[in-house]
């Protein structure tokens, strides 16, 4: 099973493109918290990257075989630790999301992701069929709906659904009955009610001002409105760096994280966002590549899996910005701030690259 | 050695590639949103967003001063700063309440009703919760800027009113402007601004209210001030002058204190008000911020009526008063000769009925001098059968009575003065013979307000030239009315008048040495003589005070009507206080004319001074005698 991987076999696209998108949100971080009580942001936010580099480093070395085989641990583990954030974990915005690890907070969810990718994959990777079985999908189902149900108790909407988009591509991928997939929908949808009546009084709020989000305008609505006022009033061109109102006066909610493409877009306009989009795009195609190109299935479900975390994400927030979905507390990866969800997109790189260098191993 | 994860198993190239196809549609669709918002609608966002940013904050006008005819202000401002509460976010709101209510002193019932009082306006639209800001309270905002971000302060002018009730009614106050007033300004008044509500501040607001200017700010999310694009500076309120004599003014309001009634002094040559004081009065201070619903309430429920301007909205029997028109009335129609006389023996009949005079024994034989000078009831009660009703109302009318006098007051009433026709008008009712007697001296039907004597009795003094009474001072001519009087009628009506006060009449007790006094009382009956016997005699039921003096006797300078309520003997209540404010009159003329004394404009800063600062400079350099001149 052994490989000679070698570093200069990594993807020096990938790793571009993720440059490119990291540097430009250092830059609207930048623009965003400087003059304010937040400044110098940008740095600790670099430091987050030097550190993610080193742990994709560390985490491409190790054959992901290896990984892999140590699933059903990483399993426990993960799923230990969100018990143990919910029994002692630090609340922070009303939340028990963080544990104290190394001087600073991490949040528990983040490295769940991670783990749960590489379950999915070891699990699909063993199923030994070109469709899914009813069986291996009940299975599927519950590999993720525990620590999906976990994260939910912290309470972190966001976090948890972005384990469902893992499971339907996975599901995709491993081959899925047609019957199947609609029977998924209609329970799905049938649950939505019931899942309605679980969700906290603020959740609800987001969810309806985002039905109807001029009823209430300064109230919860307000955050949506703001952003879509900062993106209008960016134009095409935009009002240049440091120089949006609404970001620069405090509209834009959270402008340095999860709505940081709203400050981006009022700042370099139109013509930013489409450059900012299009390295998305890149990017998330370029790990479909390295999906098809990988030695095996379960590099492939391990790259697919991450390309799903990462477009959801990508989904959910820019969608978010322009009001197209509810606030959910998803960030931008790799241009928000925030040093977990940083680490994490990182880590799951080096998962790719651990797959791509290994692609002509036989 | 077979692993788990070697399989024959190909990769799904085909669903791979649906993947990429999604991807690329998905960034696709965003940035066809992106494109929309930013290409297609940007112009309106870019709107929203300096509507945002740029906050337009009203600076208050500071309302005209009134000064009194000297140049003494009357009715002044000061700043004073209104705490607004923001309610962008109602949680932050909710959770700062109660810190804000102890930080503040005020009760934090009184919080959550004015809270719930302004559900219905705009969140964004921050509401007044304390309306006069103390120093602890602007040491509490600023030193809660961070935890509590919901204060602000607003500079704003407060009208301040001399104190006790000073003028309180003809000054009036201001107030909110009614929702009713917004409507219908057509943009000129905005909610919460302030209006005259009653007396000169509401009958001259449209010259005492200036324009407020407007300063637009940057400001950031919270709502701080970040910068400044422009300052539209406020137009201050033009002052008024008024004709009110400061120093006649103090004697009409201590001469009423802890009393019921009223005061009007006169010019009657110009109609200039020199003093108009009415009591009990409110504290118009108590107004100028915020009327507190009890004291409201209390104010209009009290049964002495402190909110009637009783100057000019008293309408009371004239009494005796009334004499003085009846004698003109007498003269002028000529329908009974001059030298008609009557023995009075204390009671008369007429139409089966008993009159009495109020002197019980009786005056004995009496003509038209001796009876107003001894106030003759039975004298008249002839006068008043003979001349008739309307012969009565008909000059009565032409005096004044029963008619505004156009003072430039709002509500002023207009009096009565009855008549056949009004009986039938009124009452469709014939006008019964014996209610003329009653009529003849001031009682039945006729009513009148101290503002209509003062006026009638001057004019009727001058010969018949009724000026045109205000409280403005104005260098144009005065409106007024002519009702010639033979010079016959005047003479005797103000030789009778003289001897009212210095010939032993009703009112000797207030003669003044070197000063031509003139005037006549008046006792005039609440309730009819029938009905005080059945109530019993409570203080309630008491006679009201009527005098009407002026001087000199001819040309007068001064008339002063004064009403007290309950007063019992306008001899002696009344009188003195009429006398004193003649007196007032003329020691400040006496000084002028001796001492070439002039007064001093004397400039006050708002706020700096004591509104009620001694208003005798000494030893400034005469500057210009008599007539202050108007700004």
């Known amino acids: 099973m052994k490989a000679s991987a070698r570093v200069r076999d990594f993807d020096w696209w990938l790793l571009a493109i993720t440059f490119a998108i990291c540097g430009l949100g250092l830059l609207e971080i930048r623009s965003a918290t400087h003059g304010s009580n937040l400044a110098g942001m940008h740095w600790r936010q670099m430091c987050w990257i030097v550190l993610g580099l080193v742990c994709m480093l560390v985490v491409s070395r190790i054959d992901y075989h290896a990984i892999l085989d140590q699933a059903p641990l990483l399993y426990l583990v993960g799923v230990g630790a969100l018990v143990a954030v919910l029994a002692v974990g630090h609340a922070r915005f009303g939340a028990k999301r963080w544990i104290p690890l190394l001087g600073a907070f991490f949040q528990v969810s983040e490295l769940v992701k991670l783990i749960i990718i590489i379950v999915m994959a070891r699990f699909l990777s063993e199923v030994r069929t070109d469709q899914l079985t009813l069986g291996d999908l009940v299975k599927a189902g519950v590999l993720t709906g525990l620590p999906l149900g976990l994260i939910l108790l912290q309470p972190d909407l966001g976090t948890a659904m972005v384990l469902v988009p893992l499971v339907i591509v996975g599901a995709f991928l491993g081959g899925i009955y047609w019957k199947h997939a609609a029977a998924v929908i209609v329970l799905g949808v049938m649950m939505l009610p019931v899942g ?16 109807r989000p001029e009823e209430d305008p300064r109230g919860a609505g307000y955050q949506i409105l703001q952003s879509k006022i900062a993106v209008g009033s960016g134009g095409f061109w935009g009002k240049g760096l440091g120089n949006g109102s609404q970001n620069q006066l405090g509209f834009v909610p959270v402008r340095y994280s999860d709505f940081i493409l709203a400050a981006l877009a009022e700042e370099l306009g139109f013509a930013g966002v489409f450059a900012t989009l299009v390295l998305y795009m890149a990017l998330l195609l370029r790990l479909v590549q390295n999906a098809q190109r990988a030695n095996d299935r379960a590099g492939m479900y391990l790259v697919m899996g991450v390309a799903a975390v990462l ?4 989904l959910v927030n820019v969608a978010m910005v322009i009001g197209y979905m509810p606030v959910t507390g998803i960030p931008l990866p790799l241009m928000s701030y925030g ?18 260098i290994r692609r002509f191993v036989n | 050695m077979s692993y788990w994860f070697e399989d ?27 494109w929309k918002l930013q290409v297609v609608d940007s112009e309106r966002y870019t709107q929203l967003a300096e509507r945002n940013r740029i906050r337009a904050i009203p600076i208050i006008a500071p309302r005209g001063r009134m000064l009194d005819r000297e140049g003494r202000p009357l009715v002044d401002n000061y700043p004073s700063f209104s705490v607004l509460l923001l309610r962008d976010d109602p949680k932050q709101v909710e959770r700062s309440l109660p810190q804000i209510a102890e930080g503040l002193g005020v009760p934090l019932d009184d919080l959550q009703q004015q809270l719930e009082a302004a559900q219905d306006l705009p969140k964004f639209q921050p509401i007044v919760i304390k309306p006069e800001a103390t120093q602890a309270d602007i040491a509490f905002i600023e030193s809660h800027r961070a935890d509590i971000p919901l204060l602000e302060m607003l500079m704003v002018y407060r009208r301040r009113y001399l104190p006790d009730g000073f003028m309180a009614h003809a000054s009036g106050y201001v107030g909110e402007v009614s929702a009713q007033q917004v409507e219908s300004s057509n943009g000129r008044y905005r909610p919460g601004d302030l209006v005259g509500k009653t007396g000169l501040e509401r009958q001259y607001n449209d010259v005492l209210s200036g324009t407020d200017g407007l300063r637009r700010v940057i400001v950031n999310s919270v709502g701080r001030e970040v910068g400044r694009l422009e300052q539209k500076e406020a137009i201050l309120g033009q002052q008024i002058q008024l004709t009110i004599d400061y120093d006649l003014q103090v004697v009409a309001e201590q001469a009423l204190a802890g009393r019921k009634g009223a005061v009007v002094a006169l010019d009657p040559r110009t109609g200039e008000v020199l003093a108009l ?27 002495d009526r402190p909110l009637l301007d009783r100057a000019i909205q008293a309408q009371l029997a004239p009494g005796s008063v009334f004499k003085v028109i009846m004698a003109t009335a007498m003269l002028e129609s000529k329908a009974i000769p001059e030298n008609f006389s009557v023995l009075c023996t204390g009671t008369t009949d007429f139409y089966g009925r008993m009159f009495h005079c109020w002197q019980k024994h009786g005056h004995g034989v009496v003509s038209l001098h001796q009876a107003v000078v001894h106030s003759c009831d039975v004298f008249f009660y002839n006068v008043g059968k003979r001349l008739g009703i309307d012969r009565i109302a008909y000059y009565a009318s032409q005096l004044g009575l029963g008619r505004k006098t156009g003072i430039d007051l709002p509500s002023e009433e207009a009096g009565l003065m009855p008549s056949e026709e009004w009986k039938q008008r009124v009452f469709h009712q014939k006008w019964y013979p014996g209610e003329t007697i009653s009529v003849a001296i001031g009682q039945g039907a006729v009513v009148a307000t101290p503002l209509q004597l003062a006026h009638t009795i001057g004019g009727i003094a001058l010969g018949g030239i009724f000026k045109q009474p205000h409280l403005l001072m104005s260098s144009q001519s005065v409106p007024g009315e002519r009702f010639p009087l033979s010079e016959d009628t005047t003479e005797k009506v103000t030789q009778a008048m003289f001897g009212v006060v210095n010939e032993g009449g009703t009112a000797a007790g207030v003669h003044l040495e070197g000063i031509e006094l003139c005037g006549k009382t008046g006792s005039a009956q609440v309730i009819s003589a029938e009905g005080l016997k059945r109530a019993g005699r409570q203080r309630r039921f008491s006679d009201n005070a009527w005098f009407v003096g002026y001087a000199p006797r001819r040309n007068p300078e001064i008339v002063v009507s004064v009403l007290v309520e309950g007063g019992e003997h306008g001899a002696s209540v009344a009188a003195p206080i009429a006398r004193d404010i003649i007196k007032a009159y ?10 070439q004394y002039t007064v001093e404009y004397k400039h006050y800063e708002f706020g700096d001074e004591p509104l009620l600062a001694e208003s005798q400079p000494t030893s400034e350099p005469p500057a210009r005698p008599e007539q202050s001149k108007p700004h």
């Open chain 2, 586 to 595: 003329y020691d400040k003329k006496a000084k002028r004319n001796q001492l």
């Open chain 1, 339 to 356: 040093g977990s969800a940083t680490l994490f997109v990182y880590l799951a790189l080096g998962l790719v690259m651990n797959v791509r």
């Open chain 1, 311 to 314: 477009g959801f994400h990508v």
């Open chain 2, 8 to 34: 024959e198993h190909r990769l799904p190239q085909t669903r791979l590639a649906i993947v990429s196809y999604v991807i690329v549609g998905a960034i696709g669709l965003l940035l066809l949103g992106f």
């Open chain 1, 196 to 211: 309605w009546h679980f969700l906290k009084p603020y959740q609800k709020e987001r969810v309806t001002t985002f039905l």
């Open chain 2, 277 to 303: 004081a009415s009591r009990p009065a409110p504290d118009p201070n108590l107004f100028a911020v915020r009327v507190p619903r009890e004291e409201w309430k209390r104010l209009n429920e009290d049964p």
